[in-house]
């Protein structure tokens, strides 16, 4: 069964802080994704990664970077966490090749920053 | 930049009636529409999905029509369940960015009462 896997469910964190979001996905999928979900805005992409050490921005990457140090993990920081980026963060992979595919979503980290 | 928007944000329908989440893209070169369903507490979870060479798809109780023309797909549930209560979310997703960057609407909340 397929899974992706978040290291928190939930985080409080102090402005300024350095803040690491964690995932974890267990199909080998090449592409992994990190969003984060706002009331009224939906899903919005923060950054995504085709392979191993490879990474792209999405729409939104003002204040974070991305590490992919493995195929199976991709990490999300925030470099000096503010409390505009409290919000849903959610991880999800897809499998590799050139077209649209179903994206699998790990159950979120739901950031609060104080 | 490229949208989707989605209509209505909230819906309330008692148990046994259908319900319809419509959604429009901006972006012509779409070429791949998921929809998602989002449970309390969890990550989105596809539910059905839709390519722009076909018109329409069903699955049991849920179907989903496209109209390329007019750049609109809806989602259609019948004989709703309580189950079905949730958040729904449509994207639309794009075969010249190789499918990575899809774009979400801003999610329909779908309550069902018993």
């Known amino acids: 069964d397929v899974k992706v896997t978040q290291s928190s469910r939930y985080l409080v964190k102090r402005t300024g802080e350095k803040v690491f979001l964690e995932c974890v996905q267990d199909m080998d999928h090449e592409n992994m994704f990190w969003y984060r979900q706002d009331p009224g805005l939906g899903l919005r992409l923060i950054y995504f990664s085709y392979d191993v050490k490879m990474k792209e921005k999405g729409d939104i990457p003002e204040g974070y970077s991305v590490s992919r140090e493995k195929k199976e993990r991709f990490s999300l920081i925030l470099e000096s966490a503010s409390t505009n980026q409290t919000s849903m963060y959610l991880c999800a992979s897809k499998p590799g090749g050139n077209g649209a595919y179903e994206q699998y979503f790990g159950p979120g980290t739901r950031l609060t920053v104080t | 930049g490229e949208n989707v928007e989605q209509h209505p944000s909230t819906l309330s329908v008692q148990e046994g009636d259908s319900a319809v989440i419509k959604c429009t893209y901006s972006?012509?070169?779409?070429?791949?529409f998921p929809w998602y369903k989002q449970e309390l507490g969890k990550g989105p979870q596809l539910i059905i999905d839709?390519?722009?060479?076909?018109g329409e798809k069903k699955d049991q109780r849920i179907a989903v029509t496209l109209n390329k023309t007019a750049k609109h797909f809806s989602l259609h549930i019948t004989e709703t369940q309580p189950e079905d209560s949730a958040v729904y979310f449509c994207a639309a997703s794009n075969r010249n960015t190789g499918g990575f960057k899809t774009i979400f609407g801003a999610g329909t909340r779908l309550f069902v009462k018993a």
């Open positions: 839709i390519r722009s060479n076909v």
């Open positions: 972006d012509s070169a779409s070429n791949y």
